[in-house]
């Protein structure tokens, strides 16, 4: 077995309409605005979900025992370099607006979408956008809150 590099294995997409979260289809995806050459490498923020503990002691327990609860995501955004033109992103992501983050991970993020290959589909809504404070050496950066609106679709399907 080898291992899997995550440099360059990374599609992210933002999809203004899916119709089938659990298997989109190449057409939406490809319809959609491509994020991934504009995220800076560590801009794929909160994007891991966490499950809650549920006690199911009994009261006769001598054994603290938990079951699984709620799945949840905590401070969902994206980071992008800010672009001097044509900056796609910044204009698309405002305040408000709905869609898809897609997320397919493990494959060369050069290659195209194609039938079966596993993505992940989020359904958002953006936050108001944030300029990232200045720093030397640096690019210009801001970020883009993605609120999860609906259960995602961790292991979906591309049609």
Not at 25 to 41: D, H, I, M, R, Y
Not at 63 to 79: A, M
Not at 89 to 109: D, E, F, N, P
Not at 112 to 129: D, K, L, M
């Amino acid at each position: 077995m080898s291992d899997i590099t995550v440099d360059g294995m990374t599609r992210v997409s933002y999809v203004a309409s899916i119709s089938n979260q659990a298997a989109p289809t190449t057409t939406e995806l490809n319809a959609g605005v491509l994020l991934t050459s504009v995220l800076t490498p560590d801009g794929l923020m909160g994007f891991e979900p966490t499950t809650a503990d549920v006690d199911n002691s009994a009261l006769d327990s001598t054994f603290d025992t938990v079951t699984i609860g709620r799945d949840s995501f905590s401070d969902t955004k994206l980071q992008f370099k800010k672009q001097a033109s044509g900056d796609t992103a910044y204009t698309t992501l405002t305040r408000g607006t709905t869609g898809y983050i897609v997320i397919r991970r493990y494959i060369a993020s050069g290659t195209a979408y194609a039938s079966s290959q596993a993505v992940e589909v989020y359904p958002i809504i953006c936050g108001q956008t944030i300029a990232v404070t200045p720093a030397p050496n640096e690019v210009a950066k801001y970020q883009v809150p993605t609120k999860i609106t609906a259960s995602p679709t961790l292991r979906a399907s591309i049609a």
